[in-house]
């Protein structure tokens, strides 16, 4: 079973496979769990989508019995990491570092940061690494992120766009915005609209995934490679299978899409 951290594109499955692949989302995962397995065996069972796998040939949903899978089955997690098992990951530090070095290079002076405020723990984990990385960054250039410019909200169009509002309506305003989400940054946008603000010109705006709400918006945006990330797992899951030996780790680049907002 492949336990992926986060929204990661799983790789179809052919015809003839007998494997599953098993988003945290959907068994509620937790990084502060003190064991994996333990996490598996106490949830009975979980609603996945496999299409093409040989329990379920016409695709779909299908039930995955979870019980037990913590001493029978092999793990491996992806967008997670966890000492003794096998997993994929990016450095969402310098993710953060990618977009303070941009919004920097455009010229900009005054920085603020929308972090997500969420009860998963491996999502905050790597939500925080993502701000941390672009306030040392731009801290290593002499530019501090003053506390009031560091802000938070759900991962809600709405609550992002309050936040973002009371952000660019006071009084030191920041020129530059970088939100931990794609979703975060459509709040900001719709913030500087309904202020009256241009974008990029008053205020500048990055966003974290590089989804198709990114390329919708015109957003400049921190790609994630999510294909990539569900090919990797399932390569490891596929070793492990075979018979490989060893723990392996995988790390996956990010890079910076530049568009309209910048």
Do not use: C, W
Not at 135 to 154: C, K, N, S, T, Y
Not at 162 to 172: E, H, P, R, V
């Amino acid at each position: 079973i492949v336990v992926t951290g986060s929204r990661i594109a799983r790789p179809d499955l052919d015809s003839t496979s007998p494997l599953n692949v098993v988003n945290s989302a959907d068994i509620a995962l937790r990084a502060g769990s003190a064991n994996i397995e333990n996490v598996l065996n106490d949830l009975p069972q979980v609603t996945a989508t496999q299409t093409g796998a040989s329990n379920n040939p016409g695709g779909g949903v299908a039930t995955v019995n979870l019980r037990g899978l913590g001493s029978q089955r092999t793990l491996v997690l992806v967008d997670g990491r966890r000492s003794g098992r096998d997993y994929v990951f990016v450095d969402n530090a310098r993710g953060g570092a990618l977009a303070a070095d941009h919004l920097m290079a455009r010229g900009r002076r005054r920085f603020a940061v929308l972090g997500e405020r969420t009860d998963d723990a491996v999502l905050a984990t790597h939500l925080a690494e993502r701000g941390r990385g672009y306030v040392a960054a731009l801290a290593a250039e002499g530019h501090a992120v003053p506390d009031e410019h560091r802000i938070a909200a759900r991962l809600d169009l709405r609550e992002a766009t309050a936040a973002a509002t009371a952000l660019l309506s006071g009084a030191d305003r920041p020129d530059a915005v970088f939100a931990a989400s794609d979703l975060l940054a459509a709040g900001v946008l719709a913030a500087a609209r309904s202020l009256g603000l241009a974008v990029p010109e008053d205020v500048a705006v990055v966003g974290f995934d590089d989804d198709t709400l990114a390329e919708a918006l015109g957003l400049t945006s921190i790609r994630q490679p999510f294909e990539e990330s569900g090919r990797a797992g399932f390569d490891l899951l596929k070793r492990r299978l075979g018979g490989g030996t060893g723990t392996r780790e995988v790390q996956l680049g990010l890079e910076l899409v530049a568009r309209q907002t910048t």
